[in-house]
C-alpha cells in the first residue's frame, strides 16, 4: 500500500485546511486508516481513525468536534478536514494504513504497517 498525503498548509488561528490521503496498491488488504501528527521532539499523536468496514470513526479528544474525517467508499482516498484550527494543531500530519483489525490499538503508530510523507500544518497569525 503506498500512501501519499497533501493539503498542509500555513492558516490562521480559526481557519480550515482540508488534508488529502491517496491510498494506492492492494488497497484491498488495508483493514482500516489512520491520521496521526508529529511535532519536533515528540512522539507522533494520534489524531483519527477508522475501519474500512465499519460506519464509526474514531478522533481524539483534542480534535473531536473540530476535525472531521470522510473516505472514498473505493478506498482510493480518505480526508481530513480540520476545522477552527489552533495554533497547537501546527504539525507535521501523517495518514497510515493498518494491515488488521488485530495488527494493534487504532491510536497506536506501531499498529499501522503503512505512512505517508506527511504534510506540514501551520497554524498562525
Known amino acids: 500500500v503506498q500512501l501519499q498525503a497533501s493539503g498542509g498548509g500555513l492558516v490562521q488561528p480559526g481557519g480550515s485546511l482540508r488534508l488529502s490521503c491517496v491510498v494506492s496498491g492492494g488497497t484491498t488488504n488495508s483493514a482500516g486508516m489512520g491520521w496521526f501528527r508529529q511535532t519536533p521532539g515528540k512522539e507522533r499523536e494520534f489524531v483519527a481513525a477508522f475501519y474500512w468496514n465499519s460506519k464509526s470513526t474514531f478522533y481524539a479528544d483534542s480534535v473531536r468536534g473540530r476535525f472531521t474525517v470522510s473516505r472514498d467508499n473505493a478506498r482510493n482516498a480518505v480526508w481530513l478536514q480540520m476545522n477552527g484550527l489552533k495554533p497547537e494543531d501546527t504539525a507535521v500530519y501523517y495518514c497510515?494504513?493498518?494491515?488488521?483489525?488485530?495488527?494493534?490499538?487504532?491510536?497506536?503508530?506501531?499498529?499501522?504497517?503503512?505512512w505517508g510523507q506527511g504534510t506540514l500544518v501551520t497554524v498562525s497569525s
Open positions: 497510515a494504513a493498518k494491515a488488521t483489525v488485530y495488527s494493534g490499538a487504532y491510536y497506536r503508530p506501531a499498529s499501522y504497517a503503512n
